[in-house]
């Protein structure tokens, strides 16, 4: 069995404006304890996502032969991430999302 590579995991400059919004939606919503709480779950999954990539299933809304895109669903959220040879990209978005800005998710710029 090959052994699994660890790759960096990067995050797109959306994504930090999107875990903001998130976690300012969380906090008029459900209180200061609870975003802190869905903010941590959210960082904690996607640095997991240095050796565990290959754990989740293929994004359905973007398929390719070497199934490289893939998601993570966390409550009302999506954590889209694509395989490279040397990284990991990570976005997420809203589970309600345009398929249009799915599809716009992983071009991402670091």
Known sequence: ??????????FSKQYALDT?????YSL???GEIQAIKYENFIDRTTIELLLNYPMYPECRWLPT???????IILESYLIIYRIKA???EVQVLHY???????R???KIKI
């Open 1 to 10: 069995m090959e052994e699994l590579k660890e790759k960096p995991v990067v």
């Open 20 to 24: 903001e919004n998130i976690y300012d």
């Open 28 to 30: 008029e919503t459900f």
């Open 65 to 71: 032969k070497g199934r490289i895109n893939r998601n």
């Open 86 to 88: 040397e990284r990991i």
């Open 96 to 102: 309600k999302s345009d398929i249009s800005r799915i």
């Open 104 to 106: 716009t998710a992983l």
